[in-house]
């Protein structure tokens, strides 16, 4: 085992945007450094998709010690506060072993609170939520979106497209309090150490990025994507759980109750995909600005 450059953190912090190569890049420095993966991903998180989620393998798996993948039923929604509970329990027990920690993902609110903390946000009157939900149903996203912008500028920034849950939540949070979420969350505590960590983002070429996405949708449709959604929708699940918020799930559901041509759903799922990766990329590069940037398919691992 080699413990050159590596053994100088013992929890490292691998981001970046979907189809940037994350979880290939955290494999190898797990077989580097002897360290165990854990999960930063919220739809990774979801049992039943793993092909349609870029979840590890089982070959891939068998490597090196996972953990959070795959661990809960789709019909069971997550918040951050469950995973950050989830996910420092997790590294506490790879710490008694004596073992590294490789967190990987793209969820950027799963690495803040890891690094930042998260807030003791006071409750929020039941009446407010359904007046916010009624509000982002009555004006759609878009102009919800604008709606919430005065609010809490920095929060219908980071927020993913499609996330309503976390637009209405920041909304309501901001009506209900007189402050923002992203006021809140500022006056928190960070779960890791400072200096007990490292950070590092794969950042690669908007141009490669895109054509890696389109590249790897195909190859989802090719190793089983399809059955995947087809096994999920016969459960006849709430579509606003966040596991059926999967990017390319909705596309491929329109597919196979005859609405589009399979051509027509991967074309549609490409420029969800796109949008998905571009919000990710901003969302990095403006809140980890200090993290370490590795170039997307890079061989080498610190």
Same mark, same amino acid.
């Given at each position: 085992?080699?413990r ?6 013992r929890i ?5 945007p ?6 290939a890049y955290?494999l ?7 360290g165990e993966i854990v999960n930063a ?6 049992a ?9 393998s089982p070959?891939?798996m068998a ?6 993948f795959g661990?809960?039923d789709?019909?069971?929604?997550w918040?951050v506060g469950?995973w950050?509970?989830a ?8 710490a ?7 967190v990987?993902g793209?969820?950027g609110?799963?690495?803040?609170a890891?690094t930042h903390?998260l807030?003791d946000?006071p ?14 149903a ?5 102009e919800?979106?604008e709606?919430?912008k005065?609010?809490?500028p920095?929060?219908?920034a980071?927020?993913?497209?499609g996330?309503?849950? *976390? ?6 949070v901001a009506?209900?309090? %007189?402050k923002?979420?992203t006021?809140w ?11 007990s960590w490292?950070g590092?983002v794969l950042d ?5 990025l895109y054509?890696r996405?389109d590249? *790897? ?5 090719e ?5 995947e959604?087809?096994a999920?929708e ?8 966040p596991a059926?918020?999967?990017v390319?799930?909705?596309?491929f559901?329109?597919?196979l109750r %005859?609405?589009?041509t399979l051509?027509q759903?991967?074309?549609a799922a490409?420029?969800?995909t796109?949008?998905y ?7 990095f590069?403006?809140?980890t600005p200090?993290?370490?940037?590795v170039?997307a398919?890079?061989?080498s691992?610190p």
């Amino acid at each position: 085992m080699d413990r050159s450059q590596g053994d100088d953190y013992r929890i490292w912090l691998i981001a970046g945007p979907t189809a940037s190569g994350k979880s290939a890049y955290a494999l190898r420095l797990a077989e580097k450094i002897g360290g165990e993966i854990v999960n930063a991903d919220s739809m990774q998180i979801y049992a039943g998709l793993r092909v349609l989620t870029a979840g590890p393998s089982p070959e891939e798996m068998a490597h090196a010690p996972h953990h959070l993948f795959g661990v809960m039923d789709a019909a069971v929604g997550w918040s951050v506060g469950r995973w950050l509970e989830a996910s420092t329990a997790a590294l506490s027990e790879i710490a008694a072993r004596g073992n590294p920690a490789i967190v990987v993902g793209g969820t950027g609110l799963y690495f803040r609170a890891l690094t930042h903390g998260l807030a003791d946000v006071p409750p929020v009157p039941e009446t407010q939520r359904e007046i916010s939900g009624l509000l982002y149903a009555a004006r759609g996203e878009t102009e919800f979106r604008e709606i919430l912008k005065p609010l809490d500028p920095e929060a219908e920034a980071r927020i993913e497209v499609g996330d309503r849950q *976390r637009l209405v939540r920041a909304h309501a949070v901001a009506i209900a309090t %007189g402050k923002s979420l992203t006021a809140w969350q500022t006056d928190t505590k960070p779960a890791l150490q400072p200096g007990s960590w490292k950070g590092v983002v794969l950042d690669p070429p908007r141009a490669d990025l895109y054509a890696r996405c389109d590249a *790897r949708l195909a190859a989802m449709v090719e190793q089983g994507a399809l059955d995947e959604v087809r096994a999920m929708e016969t459960r006849g699940l709430d579509p606003s759980l966040p596991a059926l918020k999967a990017v390319g799930y909705r596309e491929f559901v329109a597919h196979l109750r %005859g609405e589009t041509t399979l051509e027509q759903a991967l074309e549609a799922a490409r420029q969800e995909t796109r949008r998905y990766a571009k919000r990710q990329l901003t969302w990095f590069r403006n809140q980890t600005p200090d993290w370490d940037r590795v170039p997307a398919g890079a061989v080498s691992v610190p």
